[in-house]
């Protein structure tokens, strides 16, 4: 859910970075799907007639800073981000289930250290609005494909002059696939990728700037062991590319390329409540912020 990898991104006529375009939202926690992060096994179908709640908590620390390659020390930047998800499965055919939610991200960013001049600021992301198809292709459902499209509304707490927003205002389109694979009872493998494309921002900084962004990717790839009936561990990780932005038409030189590293364990309390605890951090980072560490924690209720 937090869309962990945040580019900072330069305010016309500034010198260094003062203005950070980051919208806190799934990416970076997402259950079945997140910018959007996914979760080992959030592609696992939902029987058709359920309902899920989940609630993401996620304590991410920076206190790195890069621009094009180059590291600035003691800049830092800290988020607790939450994000609370509702979804309901439909069975379609034999084979495929439906499944429409709505994410309502929250939480609070302050800038530390060297960065203390971003300020902070708290309050609810642009809410998210989303649809997964799950099919399998066997009957023992094996193999695995999940398509979701993801789009966020403007409607989280935004301030043109704050140097620190939880809402973009703007729009912006997910697109994210993914195939699972179990190669027996215990072992699992999870593919994914994703494309996400927003409109312009034309209310960026304090001079009301326009903002546009480039098509961001990510790839992400999750190993997953099965300890026993109850209990998974995941290892794995992904690579976020691309981003790039303009301001007034002007290349920012800001593009992304990032990646990650994620160990995840999952337990199963009873058939109706799963608790979720996942470990990662930033293992490369050419453009912005890089994460030294982050907690997610993921509560799932069934009903």
């Known amino acids: 859910m937090i869309h962990g990898h945040h580019a900072c991104r330069r305010a016309p006529g500034s010198r260094g970075f003062t203005k950070l375009a980051a919208s806190l939202l799934l990416a970076t926690l997402a259950g079945n799907a997140g910018a959007v992060e996914f979760q080992p096994g959030g592609y696992d179908p939902v029987a058709p007639g359920t309902s899920l709640l989940l609630l993401y908590a996620q304590h991410a620390e920076r206190d790195r800073y890069y621009q094009s390659d180059r590291r600035s020390d003691g800049m830092g930047l800290s988020s607790d981000v939450g994000i609370l998800r509702y979804l309901h499965s439909f069975k379609l055919g034999e084979r495929a289930v439906i499944e429409p939610q709505v994410l309502q991200p929250f939480g609070r960013m302050s800038g530390n250290g060297a960065a203390n001049s971003l300020g902070h600021t708290s309050g609810i992301g642009d809410t998210i609005l989303a649809v997964t198809l799950v099919t399998w292709l066997d009957e023992d459902k094996r193999n695995i494909l999940g ?53 312009d921002n034309d209310e960026y900084g304090q001079t009301r700037a326009t903002l546009s962004e480039r098509t961001r990717y990510e790839f992400q790839t999750y190993l997953r062991y099965n300890l026993g009936s109850l209990t998974e561990l995941s290892l794995g990780g992904g690579h976020v590319v691309g981003a790039a932005t303009r301001i007034d038409d002007v290349d920012q030189g800001d593009r992304l390329a990032t990646t990650y590293a994620r160990l995840t364990l999952n337990r199963v309390f009873s058939p109706n409540f799963q608790l979720q605890a996942q470990l990662g951090r930033d293992l490369d980072v050419r453009q912005g912020f890089a994460e030294d560490a982050r907690l997610n924690l993921r509560l799932l209720w069934a009903f």
Do not use: C, I, K
Not at 167 to 189: D, I, M, P
């Open 147 to 199: 398509f979701t499209p993801y789009l966020y509304l403007p409607t989280g707490r935004y301030h043109a002059g704050s140097a620190l927003n939880m809402g973009e205002n703007r729009w912006r389109l997910v697109l994210q696939g993914a195939y699972s694979h179990r190669f027996s009872g215990r072992w699992a493998l999870d593919l994914g990728a994703e494309a996400s494309r927003a409109s």
